[in-house]
């Protein structure tokens, strides 16, 4: 044997044996327990969502899942604290358009960047938003309530999770096409902050996600006035869309999807992602989730890139179309 064949034949043998690490760990995970972050409230539309794919997750893989909730400035605490996370695929970011979306265009800094600082995992459910009011408020729908705020001569309140969310980009929006006074009120305790005030009358309107809005309405203390989307949402069947009523350019959905820190390993990533998948796949899952007026996707990684690209795009036209301003 040359000594160039044994360089060449050791050298490979090497390469061989430190790849074989770094492949093991990766298919071994996960090792030991898991955070799914989200920056909702327990109970919330992104609570309710990570901790369905918790619970599935922690069973497949036989290990914990544990749910992290960071409320609080509109997804920022939460989707920060990720991105400094280790890239291994111990913690999870389960957040939606508002967070990872509209933040980036009505944020003039960020302590993160929404693209270079992660890895799309996996687009998991899209919805509508519905615009919500008290159950003795003085309007129906979207006619009785311009022409009421065009009479009381005051601003309408309306809440949302916090500036630059879905809720607040809609809010504008219909305060423009409706040529009416409204007044915006950021909540730090998110969409059920805004609904207790709706309920305690000390708020005219919220904007909510379609989840919420479904469960919230059942106990008849609020009314819905009109809901975004192309058509009538099979959850809320009884409520008219936007464009139904002569609002226009509400049909955007929000979405909700799942995020690793950037770097972390392809395989992990589309275990994760399989993982989810799998998941929404269930028939009862999908029933519920379906039930609380989500559309269940469950993509791969590569379609979460490619979607946020256009959504991107959508958003940066609705955040114009509003006339919101970055701060």
Request: proline letters at 6%; zero cysteines.
């Amino acid at each position: 044997m040359t000594s160039s064949q044994f360089t060449r034949r050791d050298a490979i043998a090497a390469l061989l044996t430190a790849a074989v690490p770094a492949a093991f760990a990766q298919d071994a995970y996960p090792s030991r327990p898991v955070r799914f972050v989200n920056w909702s409230n327990p109970g919330g539309n992104l609570d309710i969502v990570g901790r369905i794919l918790a619970d599935s997750a922690s069973r497949k893989w036989g290990q914990a899942v544990i749910t992290d909730n960071r409320v609080g400035a509109s997804g920022i605490i939460a989707t920060d604290y990720v991105a400094k996370q280790p890239a291994d695929g111990y913690t999870v970011l389960i957040t939606s358009s508002t967070g990872q979306l509209t933040n980036a265009l009505v944020r003039l800094k960020l302590p993160f960047d929404p693209v270079k600082d992660f890895e799309p995992v996996s687009l998991l459910v899209a919805g509508n938003v519905a615009l919500m009011a008290n159950a003795n408020a003085p309007y129906n729908n979207l006619r009785e309530l311009v022409e009421y705020a065009k009479k009381s001569g005051k601003p309408l309140s309306y809440g949302t999770p916090g500036t630059g969310t879905s809720a607040h980009l809609y809010g504008e929006a219909l305060r423009k096409q409706a040529g009416i006074a409204l007044t915006h009120v950021p909540y730090k305790t998110g969409e059920l902050g805004a609904v207790n005030d709706i309920i305690g009358g000390n708020l005219d309107l919220t904007l909510i996600s379609q989840g919420n809005a479904k469960t919230q309405s059942e106990g008849g203390r609020v009314k819905l006035i009109a809901i975004s989307g192309p058509q009538r949402s099979k959850a809320l069947p009884q409520v008219a869309t936007f464009e139904e009523q002569g609002f226009h350019g509400f049909g955007l959905a929000g979405w909700i999807a799942a995020y690793v820190p950037a770097a972390t390993p392809k395989p992990i990533v589309e275990k994760i992602a399989a993982t989810f998948r799998e998941t929404l796949r269930q028939p009862d899952i999908a029933a519920r989730l379906d039930n609380l007026g989500y559309e269940v996707i469950g993509s791969t990684p590569e379609e979460l890139r490619s979607f946020y690209q256009q959504e991107y795009r959508r958003f940066t036209e609705l955040v114009k179309n509003a006339g919101i301003v970055p701060e």
